[in-house]
């Protein structure tokens, strides 16, 4: 564990599979964060998902929605999901289709080392569903949601907020979806954009000042502390 470091990734480094755009980070945990920038009337189904991530088959996956809108069918029904909206699909027996009616964009965390699970599958929004907590007198707005084996929060940083955790065992993916922070992680010093992320080592001290920030927090195995509970 000592040899574990943190580490910067770039998200823009992408490839295109079956008219998706793809970026993709896989940490020290097995822990995977996946961005799909999908065009309009492409499809990204349960299929795909099988068979180019076969080490995630029977994985929990929550997918989680930051631009665009996308027509979801799932067993027997169709619903939209927009901005914030998220599914958690705990096991890979689900079948379903999402189609984008317009450009957009969609996150999907998971992790190979997460045991098999048994459940329904979860839809929420991170905004509407999930209750925020304020945890620095309004400078930290975090609304958590816990799954089985994964914990992702979704976080609103206010300019000029400062921050340092002591570190933790779990392996934290960190990454935003609008502006910027400058970050540090085990000494090393980067700025935070919606092109980049960290991957934080294990009971590395980080933290850093936010230039009003989005973004997201994935941890693997999921927070048991209070303030990461729904």
């Known amino acids: 564990m000592d040899q574990i470091k943190s580490k910067y990734f770039n998200f823009s480094k992408s490839q295109k599979s079956n008219g998706h755009l793809i970026s993709e980070y896989k940490g020290w945990n097995s822990l995977l964060v996946t961005k799909f920038d999908i065009k309009k009337g492409k499809i990204l189904d349960s299929n795909y998902i099988s068979s180019h991530y076969p080490e995630l088959n029977n994985k929990q996956k929550i997918f989680v929605i930051t631009k665009g809108v996308f027509q979801m069918k799932y067993e027997a029904s169709e619903s939209l999901l927009g901005e914030y909206d998220a599914v958690d699909f705990v096991n890979g027996s689900q079948t379903y289709e999402m189609k984008p009616l317009e450009d957009s964009i969609i996150f999907m965390i998971s992790a190979i080392n997460l ?17 925020s907590k304020d945890l620095w007198g309004g400078q930290c707005i975090s609304r958590p949601y816990e799954g089985q084996g994964l914990t992702l929060v979704l976080f609103d940083l206010k300019p000029g907020f400062k921050f340092e955790d002591k570190g933790h065992e779990n392996e934290q993916i960190t990454w935003l979806i609008f502006g910027k922070m400058d970050f540090y992680a085990n000494g090393e010093h980067k700025t935070l954009n919606s092109e980049n992320g960290v991957d934080i080592g294990p009971n590395h001290i980080h933290g850093g000042v936010s230039g009003g920030a989005m973004g997201f927090d994935a941890f693997f195995p999921k927070r048991q502390e209070i303030k990461y509970k729904k």
């Not at 045991?115 to 209750?131: A, E, L, P, R, V």
């Open 115 to 131: 045991t098999s699970q048994s459940g329904k599958s979860t839809f929420f929004n991170f905004k509407k569903d999930i209750k």
